[in-house]
């Protein structure tokens, strides 16, 4: 009886050694194998938070442009508007300042050596011909 039992001993040394070798080996290969999956992971996450930031940064670019060609549309329309109002106030300036001068020139036909009125209305007229300069100027600008 002792016989089988030597043989039973002897024969699972062996095996046993076997074992944990291969037990061994398999944790060595899922352990690698699982750093293997985290590193995949990790850089497809930041491959795609990587192209997300394009595409978020691509939207941002096409809104900013929309909202300069609105802003831009604007202005121009407003620059416009403000060239119609100044040249419509010229030639309304303009018709005065003749109509002021037809006046000062039958005022300083007219006029005798008694009262000169001609002063008052030269002085009105250089006013006129300084706010006529002025909206000349800021005509000017616009352009």
């Known amino acids: 009886m002792n016989m089988p039992i030597e043989t039973t001993t002897a024969n699972s040394f062996p095996r046993t050694s076997k074992t944990a070798k291969v037990r061994k080996k398999t944790y060595v290969i899922l ?13 497809a996450a930041m491959l795609y938070t990587e192209h997300l930031k394009q595409e978020i940064a691509t939207d941002i670019a096409q809104q900013t442009q929309q909202q300069l060609q609105v802003i831009q549309q604007d202005y121009q329309k407003q620059v416009t508007q403000l ?3 100044v040249t419509t106030d010229m030639k309304a300036l303009q018709t005065k300042v003749d109509s002021l001068n037809e006046l000062l020139a039958f005022t300083k036909d007219s006029a ?32």
Request: no cysteine.
């Open 31 to 43: 352990f690698v194998g699982w750093v293997m999956l985290i590193a995949i992971g990790v850089t």
């Open 83 to 85: 060239k119609d109002s």
């Open 112 to 143: 005798n050596s008694k009262t000169d009125n001609s002063n008052q209305l030269y002085t009105q007229l250089a006013d006129v011909k300084k706010k006529l300069d002025e909206l000349q100027k800021n005509l000017d600008v616009l352009k």
